[in-house]
């Protein structure tokens, strides 16, 4: 029976209308999950770009956050030391301006009195007996005429004898020139130190003969020497000559604490680069600013103009030792020329 039944049974079997029914519903089930699979590729590819430029926004709205917050933080430094700087509390430079001014002129030019240059050459002037009467009177006129200069300007300045006194021009920072007092006593000291008793002019007449072209040529000698003293004098006396009322007033309003130099209504280019100098060095309220200082920029701006300021010196000393060559050659040609054994020779 249990054979009969499963004989029929596989009798009965359409196994091909099975299999292709199988079939057809493994073709629709893979096309089904194929279909979903792309789906859902495509729902995860077009996540992956929402959240591609999502992100992209979020980016670009950070940065934007963060440049604002950069863009207010530079606002309010700048904001703040303008302040200090309307304050007279801070201000990377408070001169820089009223520098162009100081050097337009030159040293020593620009003022109201006469500056050194001008001293030195009246002095030279005189020392070839081109001004005055009892220079070229000489003599008892011209020992007169000392003494009655030096009786007239004591005092001034303060100073008992200014007409002998080297403080005249290089006890102050800037000397007062627009004062005719100060620049008259002044010239007389130059005058003392350089040629104070110059000798009678050689007239034509008298270097006709071989006596007078002796002394004609001799007294070369002793012209250069004081047209090198002058060199010297007139450049130094030049460089406290009052140039700048600029200056002096930038100078007056931002003055530290430390730097207890009278400023006068104008100042000399010695008083400026002393001031520039003090400003700086002894002075802490120049450390703190530099201590506040945002940013490198400030810092290398001082730096700048503290290497400017050092290039300026260093000139003035280049300047210097030039005129000290200048009188320490003209001193051996004075000693060779007065040697004994010349002497003997004459």
């Known amino acids: 029976m249990l054979a009969g039944f499963s004989l029929g049974a596989r009798a009965d079997c359409n196994c091909s209308f099975i299999a292709d029914q199988h079939k057809k519903t493994q073709d629709i089930i893979g ?24 992100s992209d ?10 440049d604002g917050a950069q863009q207010n933080e530079t606002q309010r430094m700048r904001e703040k030391y303008r302040i200090k700087a309307e304050n ?12 162009y001014d100081l050097y337009k002129a030159g040293i020593g030019g620009g003022g109201s009195g006469p500056n050194g240059f001008d001293m030195a ?6 020392s070839r007996c081109k001004s005055g009467e009892a220079v070229c009177a000489g003599g008892v006129a011209l020992a007169k005429e000392i003494l009655q200069s030096s009786l007239s300007l004591a005092g001034t300045d303060g100073f008992a004898d200014p007409t002998t006194n080297a403080q005249i021009i290089f ?5 007062n020139t627009s004062d005719q007092s100060v620049a008259a006593a002044a010239s007389r000291f130059m005058v003392n130190l350089a040629y104070p008793f ?23 000698a002793s012209e250069a020497m004081v047209s090198t003293a002058l060199t010297g004098l007139g450049f130094w006396a030049a460089y406290r000559t009052p140039i700048s009322p600029k200056a002096a007033q930038a100078m007056r309003q931002h003055k530290p604490e430390n730097y207890t130099r009278e400023i006068p209504q104008s100042v000399s280019e010695h008083q400026f680069l002393e001031y520039e100098v003090l400003r700086r060095f002894g002075n802490p309220e120049w450390l703190i600013l530099l201590g506040e ?29 030039m005129r000290n060559g200048l009188m320490l ?11 004994p054994q010349l002497a003997l020779q004459r």
């Open 88 to 99: 007279e509390i801070f201000d990377p430079s408070p001169t820089a301006c009223s520098t």
């Open 329 to 339: 050659a003209a001193l051996v040609g004075n000693a060779a020329r007065n040697s």
């Open 57 to 66: 926004r979020q980016v670009e709205a950070k940065k934007r956050i963060e």
């Open 31 to 54: 096309e089904d999950i194929k279909t979903a699979t792309e789906a859902l590729i495509d729902e995860l590819r077009l996540k992956t770009q929402q959240d591609s430029a999502y």
């Open 171 to 175: 006890g102050k920072p800037t000397m």
């Open 198 to 220: 110059p000798l009678q002019p050689v007239t034509g007449e008298q270097a006709a003969t071989p006596q007078g072209a002796a002394i004609a040529a001799e007294r070369k």
């Open 293 to 321: 200082a945002q940013g490198e920029k400030p810092l290398l701006e001082e730096g700048l103009k503290m290497m400017a300021l050092g290039l300026r010196l260093q000139y003035l000393q280049v300047e210097a030792e």
């Open 121 to 126: 050459n009246a002095v030279w002037d005189r």
